[in-house]
Every structure is written in structure tokens, then in C-alpha cells.
């Protein structure tokens, strides 16, 4: 996500530079942006291709300083600006998809999204040769040149630190209905996994993942994360790759948790919830909302990832597990004032459609009808070309 014009809020001395909140607009609360992570593809065995230095050599300016590497050389990640509204920013998430495509088709390769490449291997896998990445290796060994995995990372901005953390544990017992929604990656290494979320054990192998524990306050957090960068454990702060963090440089929160979608009107919804969500952490009450025991969320998150919108997830306060369209329903209902209030209402109606079929469930139907796995990655394909705008 890119910088927004602001005023860094340093009223501690004492802060490390990484820790200094740097606030959004004040009249633009919860603007949003996304990082989607897209796989690189050869057209007609629709195999990852590791290309990246030619993409990003080939791409054009404008493009350019919004389109990145990741840890693998098949990989390409696309950054939109921050919005005030929703409508904008997957506006321009369509605009990128367009000019990467186009980008791509002129180099004779393809491009696609979702959690996970359906047919790729481990010994397929280049790392990025980007400083970044190779110091992922450095710290990784082999466990980077694990099969690549696909994300869609989401940052809503606050106005300051203490309002993230309190939104971050808000978050927390909301993450595995997140994961349940976007879960778009139900085929491993060429089989179908039994999974609706395969991508989150896979990205699972690295350390530093997962639903992050509950923070005291902002200076928690730091001296949680500062402890690990003072003594060489990580060279930064995004070397934490938890479910949902803080980006102080941003002035955001991040949530990570969820797989790339293969259609923007999927993102949008997910990005609608995850907006209004935030909001209402902030306007309502804290005492209103649920926390939920660590054992609890990783329960819940193992299901969501498993069974996707097809869980029953565990509800500590009823004592019982409940259908993740259930919990969606309420959800929603709690989140719509908010929605009203962002703008983002339409949007929102749509994560129905999620509970009832996400990417993971659409996957499996369309590859019970084209036969195989080439042709379905073919058709992720063809849906990512076909979200981008008409030509004017």
C-alpha cells in the first residue's frame, strides 16, 4: 500500500523509528487499500513461470510503481493506492489487474489469483532474487522454496495506535469467519486437497504466523515486536507475518489472513466486511464484542481453513459450534450502519453470496466440469482478464 500524505505522530521520543504511527488523513477515516498477491503463468501447460525480473522490467511506468516481487520468482504483487471509498479502490484494483494483463500478454504469459497455484511443486519454486526475499531464504533455508501461496492483504487506516490495537483485538475472534469467506484454494500439488483453504497450512510452514495474541496497549505491542528486532531475530517488523499486525508507517492495520480472490467483486465484499468491521470496533462499545481463548481461535481457524463456508465454528459464549453462514448473517447485521456510513453498503450484501459459494467451492464445481487441472487454472485466467474495466 502506498504512503498516504500524512503527519507522523511521534509524542514518545522514546518509540523506535519502525513504532512511530504515522496518521491517515483526519478527514478520511477507514480509507482502504489492498496488496493482491498474482501468480505468473505460461500459456498452454498454464504451469507458474518465474519471470518476475522480465514482468518488472517490461511493465510500464505508471505500472510500475505499483507492482512489486514477492518471495518467488512467479509470483507478482499488485498495490493500490489508499481510498476514501471502496468503490475507488477496487476501481483502480481493476485498472492494475488491466495494465498487468496487458503487460503480460505482450511477454506471452498469463496471469491469475487465488491461494494457491492448483498444480504446482516445491522443486518448481525460484526465490526472488530481490534483497528483500533473499533475506527470507537467508532466514528461511529451504522452507522458502516451499510451493508459493497467494494472499490478499487488506489495510484499513486509524487514526492512531492505541485505536489498532484495540481494533487488532477486536479482530481476532473474527479472523477464522475472514478465512472461512476467502478460502479460494482447495487444490495442492496437483490433487485436490480436502481443504478449502489449502494456502494456510502451506504458508503455515514459515515462523511467525498465525492469530497473534491479545495486546495490554500500543506499548505492548512494541515491546512484543522491539524485543524480536533488538536481538537479531528479524531484521524488521514485516518479518512478522501474523494473521492481522499493525503498520505504523502506514498508520493502517493489515489483515493477511485471507486468500487471493480470483474475481474482484470478491475482494470488494471481503474489503466491505473487513472496513465496517473495523469501524464498528471502534465506534461501539469494546465490552460488546466477543474475544475468544487462543485454543478457541486456532480451533476455529483449523476448521475455517478445512471446511470453508461449510465450517460450523465454535461459539464459546453458546457452547456450541455454529454454520459460518450463521455467524455471517450477524455479522452483517451489526456491520450495515457502519457500511451506510463508508459508503460500501452494496458491497457489503454481496459477502451472502460469499457464505453461500466462495472461491474454494467455485474451484471444485469447475473443475468437475472442464475435466482438469490445466483448464481450470485456464480459467482462472480468464477471470482475472475478464474483471479488468471495458476500454472506454
Request: charged share 25%; proline share 7%.
Amino acid at each position: 500500500m502506498s504512503t498516504p500524505a500524512s503527519t507522523a505522530i511521534d509524542e514518545d521520543v522514546h518509540l523506535p523509528d519502525w513504532a512511530r504511527w504515522t496518521a491517515q488523513d483526519p478527514s478520511a477515516p477507514y480509507s482502504v487499500g489492498m496488496e493482491e498477491e498474482v501468480m505468473l503463468l505460461e500459456p498452454g501447460s498454464w504451469e507458474l513461470t518465474n519471470r518476475i525480473d522480465d514482468v518488472l522490467a517490461g511493465a510500464p511506468a505508471e505500472l510500475g510503481t505499483q507492482l512489486d516481487a514477492e518471495t518467488h520468482g512467479s509470483a507478482a504483487e499488485l498495490r493500490t493506492s489508499p481510498h476514501r471509498s471502496l468503490a475507488e479502490a477496487i476501481a483502480e484494483l481493476d485498472e492494475l489487474r488491466g495494465s498487468l494483463d496487458d503487460t503480460l500478454t505482450s511477454l506471452g504469459m498469463r496471469a491469475a489469483t487465488a491461494g494457491t497455484h492448483p498444480t504446482a511443486v516445491w522443486d518448481d519454486v525460484v526465490v526472488s532474487g530481490k534483497d528483500r526475499y533473499r533475506k527470507v531464504y537467508a532466514s528461511m533455508r529451504e522452507l522458502a522454496r516451499r510451493e508459493p501461496t497467494f494472499a490478499l492483504h487488506v489495510h484499513v487506516g486509524l487514526s492512531d495506535p492505541e485505536t489498532g490495537v484495540r481494533v487488532l483485538n477486536g479482530l481476532r475472534a473474527h479472523l477464522p469467519v475472514l478465512l472461512a469467506l476467502s478460502a479460494n484454494s482447495p487444490f495442492w500439488q496437483g490433487r485436490d486437497s480436502g481443504l478449502a483453504s489449502a494456502r494456510t497450512p502451506v504458508f503455515g510452514a514459515f515462523p511467525r504466523v498465525g492469530i497473534p495474541r491479545e495486546f495490554a496497549g500500543y506499548s505492548d505491542y512494541v515491546t512484543a515486536v522491539d524485543t524480536l528486532i533488538r536481538c537479531g531475530a528479524v531484521p524488521e517488523p514485516t518479518f512478522l507475518w501474523w494473521d492481522v499486525r499493525l503498520q505504523p508507517r502506514f498508520g493502517t492495520i493489515e489483515l493477511r489472513i485471507l486468500d487471493a480472490q480470483t474475481s474482484t467483486w470478491q475482494t470488494g465484499a471481503l474489503v466491505a466486511l473487513i472496513q465496517s468491521l473495523c469501524r464498528l470496533l471502534v465506534e461501539e462499545d469494546a465490552e460488546t464484542h466477543e474475544t475468544h481463548p487462543p485454543e478457541v481461535l486456532e480451533e476455529n481457524r483449523f476448521l475455517a481453513s478445512r471446511d470453508g463456508v461449510e465450517a460450523h465454528l465454535i461459539r464459546p459464549a453458546l457452547g456450541a459450534r455454529i454454520p459460518v453462514p450463521t455467524l455471517v448473517d450477524e455479522l452483517i447485521g451489526r456491520c450495515e450502519p457502519h457500511a451506510a456510513e463508508l459508503g460500501c453498503e452494496a458491497e457489503l450484501a454481496r459477502v451472502r453470496e460469499l457464505s453461500r459459494r466462495n472461491g474454494s467451492i467455485n474451484q471444485l464445481a469447475v473443475e468437475r466440469r472442464v475435466g482438469d487441472l490445466p483448464h481450470l487454472i485456464e480459467s482462472l485466467a480468464d477471470e482475472f482478464r475478464g474483471s479488468r474495466p471495458p476500454a472506454s
